[in-house]
Nanobody, 116 residues
């Protein structure tokens, strides 16, 4: 059974930091390209950051220089370090796994709220 389980969300003040984790099970994690998406109320789900199986990364312009995506294949886990948080970063953050365009999976999401 495939599972992607996000954790680390919560409430942060503007300018603060949070670190999200995505623990994968039931898949050959190291072979998957991974990504973080987010969806704010009333908005479409948007891509935040990607990391390929080889470790190459890419970011949405809105988070460049503030967020860092990483993975530890030995732990079947992906991370999103979020610094200098802004209220507009408030959203549900989802973990996504893709294998060569054939197979993909989503996590259940974790809420991030940035507010003073």
């Amino acid at each position: 059974q495939v599972q992607l389980v996000e954790s680390g969300g919560g409430l942060a003040q503007p300018g603060g930091s949070l670190r999200l984790s995505c623990a994968a099970s039931g898949i050959g994690f190291s072979g998957y390209d991974m990504a973080w998406y987010r969806q704010a109320p009333g908005n479409q789900r948007e891509l935040v950051a990607t990391i390929t199986s080889g470790g190459s990364t890419n970011y949405a312009d809105s988070v460049k220089g503030r967020f860092t995506i990483s993975r530890v294949n030995a732990k079947d886990t992906m991370y999103l370090q979020m610094n200098s948080l802004k209220p507009e970063d408030t959203a549900i953050y989802y973990c996504y796994a893709n294998l060569g365009g054939y197979t993909d999976y989503w996590g259940q999401g974790t809420q991030v709220t940035v507010s003073s």
